[in-house]
């Protein structure tokens, strides 16, 4: 019985390695879609996946878990030997020397490998069969998903293969003169082409036809579809992620965020997120963060009502130069004798009108005088929960915490984020713990 579950876990990690691998070949099959694979990166990954196997059919020694081993094994084998094939196949028709040696060497350790496993399992499924027979079911249903996970496989290496000779062609055709670029401009426009494209890096060409690599987040974001180009993200909550160099950190309480330097007087720290010359007309983002000490939204009365300076509390995302406005994320006012939310019910604060209904705006502190160097981390800002009773419109938004924009017009600005206060850090800050910022 432990045999069977060690067995089981050993099925689990391979489907692990399959989803692994599977992923990783779609991102070569749409790498190559766009024109934009290359061979001998692919073929070493396949060569390192051959040595573990064999590595593994070495290592192990049970026979229960052996046979499975070996049975995981062999479909991944059968997997590989069928990309081989289409690579010899395609490969052949140009003079790559590099990758058919390569090739070579991969096709006499997938003969020696399966050899040997062809010799193993003979022996163990018999043993297997004894083994398990009360639980025998267990088995080929585990076989059977792999099973099928690999022929979803064929069908992305199909298509691989196909595009492949064509890739061939194309860069022996390009290597000399500058190459008529056959990279798509834009994530959706991958997506539009092959819609089963995964989530991942891909190379894009910008507006001057250079090669960008970029990520790409394919599944729906702001309910409009995948095909995002990410350009900015952040994660504190990750211990191995660091503020920009510009930034504060801010460690408290098991929180991590980033806010201004030590100011006493009003002030903006910021940062520039490149387009990498790469054209957007909507903007898709999330940013959360805390306020620190006595914020106080849009009642900012030491600042004008001018994007540059302070015109909030919190943050401001412009694209350009001049900036344009795209949104604030306002961190508002403590207690409840006034919101310094726009949207608070409580004699409210208005925003300029380049803002518009472009923000969101919560306070992280309710009820009671904030402390000027508190860090209130039990109610994050924007993520559309906690308002408090002077602010519970500002939480019903239906995107909260992701905010759109749609410009109407493309454009290749670079976007802008800001954090700005209008007073000191010795009296009000926001820390940032977190954001994602895509375009399409
Ligand atoms: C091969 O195994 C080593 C060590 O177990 C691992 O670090 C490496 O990522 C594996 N390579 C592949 C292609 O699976
Ligand atoms: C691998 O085996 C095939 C036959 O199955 C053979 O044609 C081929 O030459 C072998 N490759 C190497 C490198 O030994
Ligand atoms: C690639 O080029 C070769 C030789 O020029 C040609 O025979 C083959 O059909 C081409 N493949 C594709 C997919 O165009
Ligand atoms: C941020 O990192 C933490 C810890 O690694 C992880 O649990 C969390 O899902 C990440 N958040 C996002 C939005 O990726």
Not at 320 to 337: E, F
Request: aromatic share 8%; net charge negative.
């Amino acid at each position: 019985m432990r045999a069977l579950f060690h067995s089981l876990r050993i099925v689990k990690m391979y489907s692990i390695l399959l989803v692994l691998c599977m992923t990783s070949y779609s991102l070569s099959a749409s790498s190559t879609l766009d024109g934009t694979c290359v061979n001998p990166t692919t073929l070493s990954f396949i060569e390192n996946s051959l040595t573990n196997i064999s590595d593994q059919l070495k290592g192990s020694s049970n026979g229960v878990s052996e046979s499975i081993t070996s049975v995981t094994s062999l479909l991944q084998l059968t997997m590989l030997k069928e990309m081989i094939g289409s690579y010899k196949e395609s490969s052949t028709s140009n003079s790559n020397e590099e990758g058919l040696v390569l090739l070579e060497h991969i096709e006499l350790i997938l003969n020696t490998s399966t050899a040997d496993l062809n010799n193993k399992l003979d022996t163990s499924t018999a043993e297997l069969s004894t083994r398990l027979s009360a639980i025998e079911q267990d088995i080929p249903s585990a076989i059977s998903s792999l099973q099928s996970q690999v022929s979803s496989l064929s069908s992305d290496l199909n298509k691989l293969s196909r595009l492949l000779a064509k890739h061939v062609n194309v860069s022996l055709d390009d290597e000399e003169e500058a190459p008529s670029s056959p990279l798509l401009s834009s994530c959706d426009a991958i997506l539009s082409k092959w819609p089963n494209s995964p989530s991942g890096y891909y190379n894009l060409a910008d507006v001057n036809g250079h090669s960008r690599h970029v990520y790409c987040h394919m599944e729906t974001l702001c309910g409009k579809g995948g095909g995002w180009r990410r350009i900015a993200s952040l994660n504190m909550t990750d211990p191995n992620e660091k503020c920009p160099t510009q930034f504060r950190t801010y460690s408290e309480d098991g929180v991590r965020a980033c806010g201004r330097p030590d100011t006493n007087s009003g002030s903006c720290v910021g940062i520039t997120f490149p387009s990498k010359d790469i054209k957007y007309s909507q903007v898709c983002g999330k940013v959360i963060g805390y306020q620190v000490g006595s914020t106080d939204g849009a009642y900012a009365f030491r600042s004008s009502k001018v994007i540059n300076l302070p015109y909030i509390d919190g943050i401001s995302l412009t694209h350009g130069n001049p900036r344009k406005h795209i949104w604030s994320l306002i961190s508002g006012y403590s207690g409840i004798a006034f919101s310094g939310c726009p949207c608070g019910s409580n004699n409210p604060k208005s925003v300029p009108s380049f803002v518009g209904s472009h923000y969101y705006c919560e306070a992280g502190n309710h009820n009671t005088a904030a402390s000027y160097t508190t860090l209130y981390s039990s109610d994050p800002l924007w993520d559309g929960k906690g308002c408090g009773s002077t602010e519970t419109t500002c939480c019903q938004r239906t995107l909260i915490p992701w905010f759109y924009r749609s410009f109407g017009y493309s454009t290749t600005d670079n976007i802008e984020m800001r954090l700005c206060c209008d007073e000191g850090t010795n009296n009000e800050d926001v820390a940032i713990r977190e954001y994602e910022i895509y375009v399409k």
